[in-house]
């Protein structure tokens, strides 16, 4: 288990008329405790609607400079808004499945957005979170984190892989909502081995910290820590937590 890290590494460099101070950052491949994972761009919130509705060729063009290798932003990972029909920052991403058991996989926009990338770089890294979930799986902590919950996320992966031919890289659990329930990880795991997507993998908390309590359950618990891949921190660099830091992972 690890953290999940898109970093931008940097080295400065002092110029003088007498010659050149640097620093040097070295990048160790057999260190696999910290993986590079790459730089990603995030589509969530309807932030990314009116892209969608632009014109050819500016719409193709801004996809490129998102996606394609060694040009414009050159992204290494794409994250999605899983839609669930609830307002979740600038607007509404509607939900593939409204109604229990009645899925329409064409609707929304993010499916489509990652094709689009995968098609500009066949070794995208796709990557989808909840925000919110229509009524059916509960918009509280009882109702998300229930089998309703599980069946919501399993159909999802099923509806990117039937309607684009792509199997998500990694899944979130809930945007920014702790704490998490470890025994629902586990069992959200074993769903998606069972239905086919054992090769997608679980990053919690997608939080601006993580929880002692459940560096804690990581820590003690080896079948948490098989289940989950990696922990996932928003703003980390902005907003250091006492909770990361007394744990050591800061």
């Not at 609830?86 to 593939?96: H, K, N, R």
């Not at 289940?227 to 250091?240: I, S």
Request: proline fraction near 4%; charge should be negative.
């Amino acid at each position: 288990m690890r953290t999940f890290l898109a970093l931008l590494l940097c080295a400065s460099a002092t110029w003088s008329a007498s010659g050149m101070n640097s620093t040097s950052i070295v990048l160790d491949t057999a260190d696999a405790a910290h993986a590079f994972d790459g730089i990603g761009g995030l589509s969530a919130g309807a932030s990314s609607r009116l892209l969608w509705d632009y014109d050819e060729p500016q719409r193709s063009e801004v996809l490129d400079y998102l996606f394609k290798p060694n040009f414009g932003a050159a992204l290494h990972i794409c994250k999605v808004e899983i839609g669930g029909s609830g307002q979740s920052t600038d607007g509404d991403e509607v939900s593939f499945e409204n109604e229990r058991g009645k899925i329409d996989c064409s609707r929304g926009y993010e499916n489509w957005l990652m094709l689009e990338a995968k098609k500009r770089n066949p070794e995208m890294i796709t990557y989808g979170l909840s925000w919110a979930t229509p009524a059916w799986v509960g918009d509280n902590s009882t109702g998300y984190f229930s089998d309703d919950g599980i069946k919501y996320h399993i159909d999802w992966l099923l509806c990117v892989r039937e309607t684009v031919g792509i199997d998500v890289d990694y899944m979130g659990v809930w945007n920014e909502r702790v704490p998490q329930p470890l025994d629902w990880i586990v069992q959200l795991r074993r769903a998606m081995d069972q239905a086919g997507f054992s090769a997608t993998r679980i990053v919690a908390p997608d939080n601006k910290y993580v929880p002692k309590e459940m560096i804690a359950g990581i820590v003690n618990n080896a079948t948490v820590r098989d289940a989950l891949y990696a922990t996932g921190t928003h703003y980390p660099c902005n907003e250091p937590y006492p909770e990361i830091t007394e744990a050591g992972l800061a």
